[in-house]
């Protein structure tokens, strides 16, 4: 599928990640930080789902009978723990590169994941709709995340839930998001990230609410260099950090 005319696609941003995409599954590679975070980007991602939609997390299939999309999938780090929880899946992206990627590992998983190349536009106005959309480090790279909000929460059923994460945008996160992560650690090319792209918790929960959705939650992704780990925690917002929000009316699930 290809984009709508009217998109919030940043050519510029999608060449970044189609240059590392091959690189998906490598634990030690260019996304060697999203394989450290993800497994605590999976357990607020479980508690937010279990929590709308009454679900018990120790269920043989938790997610079933719910639709989810993963929206910029990349390789599908989230988009096959969902699957294996039994939610029909959804992974679309902008970067072409990334979509053959994620079949071929899905395939060699034995999970039957639907990707596609698209954008949260184009799927709107096909009018596709899901329980929940995971928007996990995607809204910094955008061009314009109020119209890139507004199309997910297009893709919402009513009660549905959005878990959103991106990158605060002060000080401490220019010194560990672009200095230490893309020049001292050298755990993503350099220029992987515009600082000026980030955005502020407060500022999110604007972009939500205008977008018409209601933001029920936050919390940060902290990273222990000490324990060489990431926590989520109640207070620290300063770096990485996550958003919980729904979609006024009846929860569909």
Same mark, same amino acid.
């Given at each position: 599928?290809?984009?709508?005319?009217?998109?919030?696609?940043?050519?510029?941003?999608?060449?970044?990640?189609?240059?590392?995409?091959?690189?998906?599954?490598?634990?030690?590679?260019?996304?060697?930080?999203?394989?450290?975070?993800?497994?605590?980007?999976?357990?607020?991602?479980?508690?937010?789902?279990?929590?709308?939609?009454?679900?018990?997390?120790?269920?043989?299939?938790?997610?079933? !009978?719910?639709?989810?999309?993963?929206?910029?999938?990349?390789?599908?780090?989230? $988009?096959?723990? *969902? /699957?294996?929880? #039994? @939610? &029909?899946?959804?992974?679309?992206?902008?970067?072409?590169?990334?979509?053959?990627?994620?079949?071929?590992?899905?395939?060699?998983?034995?999970?039957?994941?639907?990707?596609?190349?698209?954008?949260?536009?184009?799927?709107?106005?096909?009018?596709?709709?899901?329980?929940?959309?995971?928007?996990?480090?995607?809204?910094?790279?955008?061009?314009?995340?109020?119209?890139?909000?507004?199309?997910?929460?297009?893709?919402?059923?009513? !009660?549905?839930?959005?878990?959103?994460?991106?990158?605060?945008?002060?000080?401490? $996160?220019?010194? *560990? /998001?672009?200095? #230490? @992560? &893309?020049?001292?650690?050298?755990?993503?090319?350099?220029?992987?990230?515009?600082?000026?792209?980030?955005?502020?918790?407060?500022?999110?929960?604007?972009?939500?609410?205008?977008?018409?959705?209601?933001?029920?939650?936050?919390?940060?992704?902290?990273?222990?260099?000490?324990?060489?780990?990431?926590?989520?925690?109640?207070?620290?917002?300063?770096?990485?950090?996550?958003?919980?929000?729904?979609?006024?009316?009846?929860?569909? !699930?």
């Amino acid at each position: 599928m290809s984009a709508t005319q009217e998109t919030t696609v940043d050519d510029s941003e999608i060449a970044k990640f189609e240059a590392m995409a091959a690189e998906w599954w490598d634990p030690h590679g260019k996304f060697k930080p999203l394989h450290m975070l993800n497994p605590t980007r999976l357990d607020y991602i479980i508690d937010q789902i279990c929590a709308e939609f009454g679900r018990d997390p120790k269920a043989r299939a938790p997610f079933a !009978g719910l639709r989810i999309l993963d929206i910029g999938c990349g390789g599908g780090l989230l $988009s096959e723990p *969902m /699957a294996r929880l #039994g @939610a &029909e899946v959804v992974g679309a992206d902008a970067a072409a590169r990334n979509i053959p990627v994620a079949r071929i590992h899905a395939e060699q998983s034995g999970l039957n994941i639907d990707y596609r190349h698209t954008t949260a536009e184009a799927l709107a106005e096909a009018g596709e709709r899901f329980d929940v959309v995971l928007n996990m480090e995607v809204v910094e790279h955008v061009a314009d995340p109020l119209v890139y909000l507004a199309a997910c929460q297009q893709l919402l059923k009513p !009660g549905g839930l959005m878990v959103c994460s991106t990158l605060n945008r002060n000080p401490k $996160s220019y010194m *560990m /998001a672009i200095i #230490g @992560a &893309e020049h001292v650690m050298r755990w993503l090319p350099k220029g992987t990230h515009d600082w000026k792209k980030f955005i502020t918790p407060d500022e999110l929960f604007d972009l939500l609410r205008k977008a018409g959705l209601d933001p029920v939650d936050r919390k940060g992704f902290v990273f222990n260099p000490v324990a060489w780990s990431w926590r989520i925690s109640d207070r620290d917002l300063s770096v990485n950090y996550v958003t919980a929000s729904i979609k006024p009316g009846s929860v569909g !699930g």
